[in-house]
């Protein structure tokens, strides 16, 4: 088992930059693909961004892209999601996802474990 918590999700203005942690514990993290996925009021859950195990060749959903920089610390069990530029269709409630295959996919369902999420609400 994996347990992951999310934090860092606020109130920002657009064109104002949060960033949001994860830690994981239960599995080493080095073991482990993560990624980030959010999901807008009314509308299904997305891909934002996936880091390897190595964080070496990190991938993001164009919406993104730029924007959105995703890091991980394995000696700390802990990725991030660096956002800057945010806009308000940005606004979601963001969630840190695990999968011990250790590829990177970024469909919802390979994904095995999850976090709790955390808000980020972008004001125009």
């Known amino acids: 088992q994996v347990q992951l918590v999310e934090s860092g999700g606020g109130l920002v203005q657009a064109g104002g930059s949060l960033r949001l942690s994860c830690t994981t514990s239960?599995?080493?993290?080095?073991?482990?693909?993560l990624g980030w996925f959010r999901q807008a009021p009314g509308k299904e859950q997305e891909f934002v961004a996936v880091?390897?195990?190595?964080?070496?060749?990190?991938y993001y959903a164009d919406s993104v892209k730029g924007r959105f920089a995703i890091s991980r610390d394995n000696a700390k069990s802990a990725v991030y999601l660096q956002m800057n530029s945010l806009k308000p269709e940005d606004t979601a409630t963001y969630y840190c996802a695990a999968d011990s295959t250790l590829n990177m996919r970024t469909e919802v369902a390979a994904y095995d474990y999850w976090g709790q999420g955390t808000q980020v609400t972008v004001s125009s």
């Open positions: 239960g599995r080493t993290a080095s073991r482990l693909t």
């Open positions: 880091s390897s195990w190595t964080g070496a060749t990190p």
